[in-house]
T-cell receptor
């Protein structure tokens, strides 16, 4: 079993739609959680951190469920520019930096 | 801030040649990471430094790979000799490390697209 698992997609949605991605992690020692966005042939960019209390940034909402070991990302009112690969990232509490990147979920937003 | 700066952006080299990739992290970031990304394997951590000291190099594929960080503003990843299977995008990233809410995220450079023929 992979340490961080994501549905690879692709998710094909029309502009204005709401889309949600889930990600599961296997290690209960996981401490910090993030969503990154990666455009084609570009570097990953931090989208948002994910906290137990949940957090929102404009159209984006991230949730963490420690009991079930999954995190989610909700995108409301999708824009064409949201088309990208979304990477789920987990950092383990090992005393050092053990950061696991998921393989990513591809999103295509169409006009 | 200019962000994490990597050079070169593209590198095409022949098998057996030495390749050196360069990275300048964000000033003040204590952690520097080298990643490799391929379609098959995704993002793989090769090595990371804390305050210029290599902490974990368990991801370095083999002895052909070496990394240095002589000072807080510069790091290199060297492949000698290069092989076609080393073809990938190599990313450098830097981070502040940890805060009271956990670890900080990373800022990635634009990457070096390496092709070994």
């Amino acid at each position: 079993r992979k340490e961080v698992e994501q549905d690879p997609g692709p998710f094909n949605v029309p502009e204005g739609a709401t889309v949600a991605f889930n990600c599961t992690y296997s290690n209960s020692a996981s401490q910090s959680f993030f969503w990154y966005r990666q455009d084609c042939r570009k570097e990953p960019k931090l989208l948002m951190s994910v906290y137990s209390s949940g957090n929102e940034d404009g159209r984006f909402t991230a949730q963490l469920n420690r009991a079930s070991q999954y995190i989610s990302l909700l995108i409301r009112d999708s824009k064409l520019s949201d088309s990208a690969t979304y990477l789920c990232v987990v950092n383990l509490n090992t005393g050092g930096f053990k950061t696991i990147f998921g393989a990513g979920t591809r999103l295509f937003v169409k006009a | 801030d200019a962000g994490v700066i990597q050079s070169p952006r593209h590198e095409v080299t022949e098998m057996g040649q030495e390749v050196t990739l360069r990275c300048k992290p964000i000033s003040g970031h204590d952690y520097l990471f080298w990643y490799r990304q391929t379609m098959m394997r995704g993002l793989e951590l090769l090595i990371y430094f804390n305050n210029n000291v290599p902490i974990d190099d368990s991801g370095m594929p083999e002895d052909r790979f070496s990394a240095k960080m002589p000072n807080a503003s510069f790091s290199t990843l060297k492949i000698q000799p290069s092989e076609p299977r080393d073809s990938a995008v190599y990313f450098c990233a830097s981070s502040l490390g940890s805060g009271f809410r956990g670890t900080y995220g990373y800022t990635f450079g634009s990457g070096t697209r390496l092709t070994v023929v």
